[in-house]
């Protein structure tokens, strides 16, 4: 009986210091040191597809030249595409986006030798 006793705690202690290692903080912070939790990178995932459609949907703007990434909610277009016109259309577009709070503009103009 008594041996059953001390498996029984020893079960317990075990089960508690395995369990505590998974406890959270509500999805405040992440352990990675990145600062962006799981939920919030999905947010940004998405957000990225959206625009990401959003731009290829665009009639005559050659999306396939312009990367989109998020964090937190901002964009960041960046890649060369043909005409002031195109830069100015891209970020117009991505601004519309549901979920965008802004876009930070880094595309760039190809140079014509």
């Given at each position: 009986?008594?041996?059953?006793?001390?498996?029984?705690?020893?079960?317990?202690?075990?089960?508690f210091i395995s369990l505590s290692g998974c406890a959270t903080d509500n999805g405040r912070t992440d352990r990675s040191g990145t600062g962006e939790t799981a939920g919030a990178y999905l947010d940004d995932s998405v957000v990225t597809t959206k625009v990401k459609t959003a731009l290829f949907n665009e009639p005559g703007l050659d999306s396939g030249e312009i990367t989109v990434e998020t964090y937190k909610g901002?964009?960041?277009l960046s890649g060369f595409v043909e005409s002031q016109s195109d830069i100015d259309r891209a970020v117009e577009v991505a601004r519309k986006v549901e979920g965008v709070k802004s876009v930070k503009n880094d595309m760039r103009l190809k140079t014509k030798y």
């Open positions: 009986m008594k041996s059953l006793k001390h498996y029984s705690a020893l079960f317990l202690a075990l089960a901002v964009v960041q």
